[in-house]
């Protein structure tokens, strides 16, 4: 079951949005605290859903002015494919280096990263692996000799695992790579976020009463 795209009527117009757009932000900066999972020193992993794509669009319609319903669906067209399905997680990785010497010395050592993530479920463990990510992704974003400091990750719970990490079995985001080691059990917090993305029951803030 696919969830369902966000639309042009699920974006306000500019003048609405700056009505609500301090309440709002505060709301999603929570949201987001509770959907982000640190990996190490470096990585961060923010699993996104309708509000964090949400919250993409209007802050693009409104740095870009944008204030048609052709350019807010185009914006659409780009981010709606980040939400989750149910039975997924979708979430974007960031490779967090703020020197141009980190870049220089992590991206080419972190080839292959975004392939290098894990939720580890229960004891025995359950290994949930993302899917490979899209022909045009991987060209984009990973190169032979150097990868990105963004990618889209999505993984596929089977019944079985999604049943497992609904039900209170311990649940572990991993990172394996050669390069990099990170392992973070999820809080409490995160884990009902993420079971509520798995479950297809994530509503949307509702933006008309904010303000």
Same mark, same amino acid.
């Given at each position: ?8 009527g699920?974006?306000?117009d500019?003048r609405?949005?700056?009505?609500v757009r ?10 987001k605290r509770?959907r ?11 699993f ?15 740095a870009e ?8 669906q ?8 980040l ?9 974007t990785l960031?490779?967090?280096?703020t020197?141009e010497?980190?870049l ?6 972190? !080839?292959?990263i975004?392939? #290098?993530? @894990?939720?580890?479920? $229960?004891?025995?463990? +359950?290994?949930? &692996?993302?899917?490979? %990510? =899209?022909?045009?992704?991987?060209e984009?974003?990973t190169r032979?000799n150097v ?5 889209y990750?999505?993984? !596929?719970f089977?019944p079985? #695992?999604r @049943?497992r990490?609904? $039900?209170g079995?311990? +649940?572990?985001? &991993?990172?394996?790579? %050669? =390069?990099y080691e ?6 409490p ?6 079971a509520?993305d ?6 949307l803030?509702?933006? @008309?009463?904010?303000?």
């Open positions: 079951m696919a969830a369902s795209p966000l639309g042009v699920d974006i306000l500019l609405a949005y700056d009505r301090d309440d709002y932000r505060r709301q999603v900066i929570e949201l509770r982000r999972v640190a990996l190490g020193p470096i990585l961060t992993v923010v996104e859903c309708a509000d964090t794509v949400r919250f993409q669009v209007q802050e693009m319609a409104r002015r944008i204030a048609t319903d052709e350019g807010v185009h914006e659409l067209d780009v981010y709606n494919h939400l989750p399905e149910v039975g997924e997680l979708s979430a960031f490779v967090e280096l020197t010497e980190d220089r010395r992590w991206l080419p050592r972190l !080839v292959g975004e392939r #290098a993530l @894990a939720f580890e479920l $229960g004891d025995p463990v +359950a290994v949930v &692996v993302p899917s490979v %990510p =899209e022909a045009t992704h991987a984009a974003l032979e990868t990105a400091a963004v990618h990750v999505r993984f !596929v089977p079985a #695992a @049943a990490f609904s $039900g079995d311990a +649940a572990a985001l &991993v990172v394996h790579h %050669p =390069e990170a392992r973070a059990v999820l809080p917090e995160v884990r009902a976020e993420l509520g798995l479950e297809g029951r994530s509503e803030i509702p933006l @008309a009463v904010l303000g």
